[in-house]
């Protein structure tokens, strides 16, 4: 298990004091896969480099299978890091050595018996899928299989915890599932902990179990992944979601609509011809659809609508969002503010 305590990171700028991470709280259970999400500056990959010691807080306390680590040093400082592997946004392969030596590196610094490693690396480079490209270098890889040697080398002394510091910030689309892929292959064979920070929300949805939302530095809001991106509560985490529309519905549609409401349908009401019943049973009320979709975490249904309610009869209007209320989660949408409680 992994705990932060009271954990509070600052830096000194200017004769002036910045914190990075204020008093943060978080509990991670032992073969999970966490996830820490938020915008940028949030805090997220200082309080996970925590973890390893390659930042050490200011105050409070880390604790690593029941042992407060922020006062290790020295060779038990080493040790811990050998039970923690890291993977980056960039790779950080070493360019003029193969992916067999790339990966070797790892296990040759901890002084690995070399008739042992061949046969290590062979396994680590199949479970990522790149048994094949044993003897090509980083240039001739794409960036998610440069990405996937990054795993296996940080896999490679068999830890316990995987910290992933935005590591699928710099690939495209198909190079992220790649990875996402590769991860939840690995987390299905291996009873690796899983420490993921990211500001992709589509990576969010498919991997965690688990998720904490940062924002200024706090940890604001933590859940199931399901229940975070169907009932936000935080302002960090519906900001979050409220980007979800930006790029999908036109600016001048979401600042012009006056009466725009945000409709989350969780799991089997996913299904439900709600909107139609609507429809059918008030009649005075004009109800139209902006943009929607239906997708899948943790397996689950989750139905979103971005809507808009036109009419003269307020009343109605009230009973509409009454009903809705009973099936989904409603929330006020504008432009300027995004998403807000009704």
């Known amino acids: 298990m992994i705990e932060f305590k009271n954990v509070t990171v600052q830096f000194t700028r200017e004769d002036k004091i ?36 390659l930042q050490r807080p200011t105050s409070g306390s880390v604790i690593v299978d029941g042992k407060d680590i922020t006062k290790l040093e020295g060779a038990e400082l080493c040790a811990l890091r050998l039970k923690i592997g890291m993977i980056f946004q960039h790779f950080n392969l070493v360019k003029n050595a193969s992916v067999f030596d790339n990966v070797a590196f790892a296990l040759k610094a901890s002084n690995t018996p070399k ?3 061949a046969h290590r690396v062979d396994k680590l480079l199949e479970l990522v899928g790149l048994s094949d490209k044993a003897k090509l270098y980083p240039n001739s890889l794409s960036g998610g299989q440069k990405q996937r040697v990054a795993i296996a080398r940080a896999l490679a002394n068999n830890p316990e915890i995987l910290l992933c510091d935005e590591a699928t910030s710099a690939l495209d689309p198909d190079n992220t599932k790649e990875v996402i892929q590769t991860l939840k292959n690995i987390k299905q064979k291996y009873p690796i902990t899983v420490l993921f920070i990211t500001h992709q929300m589509e990576v969010a949805k498919s991997l965690f179990d688990r998720v904490a939302v940062m924002s200024n530095g706090k940890v604001v ?7 975070v991106f169907a009932h936000p509560q935080s302002d960090a985490a519906k900001n979050l979601i409220n980007k979800s529309f930006e790029g999908v519905v036109p600016p001048e549609v979401l600042e012009h609509e006056k009466n725009l409401f945000l409709i989350t349908f969780k799991e089997e009401n996913a299904y439900e011809p709600v ?20 997708e ?13 309610l036109r009419g003269n009869d ?8 009454s009903v809705l209320k009973e099936k989904a989660y409603v929330h006020k949408y504008t432009f300027a503010k995004g998403v807000e409680n009704v």
């Open 115 to 117: 008739s042992e490693i």
């Open 221 to 227: 809001e933590v859940g199931s992944s399901y229940d």
């Open 314 to 321: 307020v009343n109605e209007i009230d009973s509409v969002l």
């Open 296 to 308: 899948y975490i943790q397996k689950k249904p989750l139905g979103r609508l971005l809507i808009s």
């Open 275 to 294: 909107i139609s019943d609507i429809s059918r049973r008030f009649t005075n009320t004009d109800l139209s659809i902006i943009a929607g979709n239906i």
């Open 18 to 53: 910045f914190t990075a991470v204020d008093a943060a709280n978080l509990e991670i259970q032992k073969g999970e896969f966490f996830g820490i999400v938020g915008s940028s500056g949030a805090g997220k990959s200082t309080l996970v480099r925590t973890v390893n010691l």
